[in-house]
Structure formats: C-alpha cells, structure tokens
C-alpha cells in the first residue's frame, strides 16, 4: 500500500500492485497483504473467510480506519473476526501538542493519558474501537521508539519501517 494516513480500503483478490490505501482485504487464500508502520499501529484483522492488513496511526484511529475496515469485512460476510496489533509507539512516547492531545481524547477517550504531558494511548484508542463492535484484540507490546530491533520515525537515526503480514 502506498499509505497516506486515510480511510481509504480496498478489496483484491490477487494483491498484486500498488494501492492507494491504508486498508486491504482479500478473501483470496494464498494472497498475502502487507502494512508498513513505524510508530503506526500495524492491525491485521482475520476471520475464516477474509483478512485484512491496516494502517492505523493517530489520523487513521481519528478517521475510523479499523472500525470501517471491519465493517467492510462484515458486509462481506465475515463473523468472528479477530485482530493483533503489532508494535507500534507506546503512551509513554507519543507526546502532541495540547491542542491535539485534547481534540483527539474528545473524540476517542481510551486514547487519554494525563492532560499535563499531553501523550495519546493509540493502541488502547484503537482496542477500544475494534471492542467496541466486537472484535478481540491481541497486542504485540513493543514500543518501537523504545526498541532497538524496530524502526522508529519519532526515536530518530535510521529511516525505515518494518511489517505486518497476513494470509488467509
């Protein structure tokens, strides 16, 4: 996907190309979709009919990217749909402006951490979205500004991402 920070979703059956997206489903066995994240959150979402591969960074959580991606899956024909969220940056490290930090906890509560230092929990606003239409959710707890094994734009040195990958 060429990811833009959107609510952009797209089905393919073959996986084949490039996509202006941050969303991808397919219900192609065999076919592999792939998210590319930094401090993102990458969602890979599954059930026995579908999976889904998302891109969900505070602009995504804002824009309901994984709440209209499983939406999506669920008109489909999908049930029981699942999701894991891969590292990504923690609360501790996504510090915003105040003006930012309040606009986005407005809309998404479970993204609050304490109004002084102004630093937004993606991965429990996220979680509180996908539990919020009845999706499970697994974390892969790992900061990525914090981790030396992963990339991070905002830690700084190397520029690079690393992936989420799913297959039915």
Sequence with gaps: MNQSHSDVIIKTDDGIGEYEADALITMTKGVG????VADCLPVL???STAVAAVHAGRIGMSNQIVIKT???????GCRDI????GPSICADCYEVS???????????????TTPQRHALDLRSGVSSQ???????V???????????????????????????????
Excluded: D, W
């Design 130 to 136: 996908l539990e919020s239409i009845g999706v499970s």
């Design 138 to 168: 697994s974390h892969v707890r790992v900061c990525t500004r914090e981790s030396g094994n992963h990339f991070s734009f905002r830690r700084g040195g190397e520029m690079a991402r690393q992936a989420g990958v799913i297959s039915l």
């Design 45 to 47: 979402l599954s059930s």
């Design 82 to 85: 699942v999701a894991v969220v």
């Design 98 to 112: 105040e003006e930012m930090y309040s606009e986005i906890i407005a809309q998404i509560p479970a993204s609050a």
């Design 70 to 76: 499983v939406q999506k899956m669920m008109a489909l």
């Design 33 to 36: 979709l792939a998210v590319m």
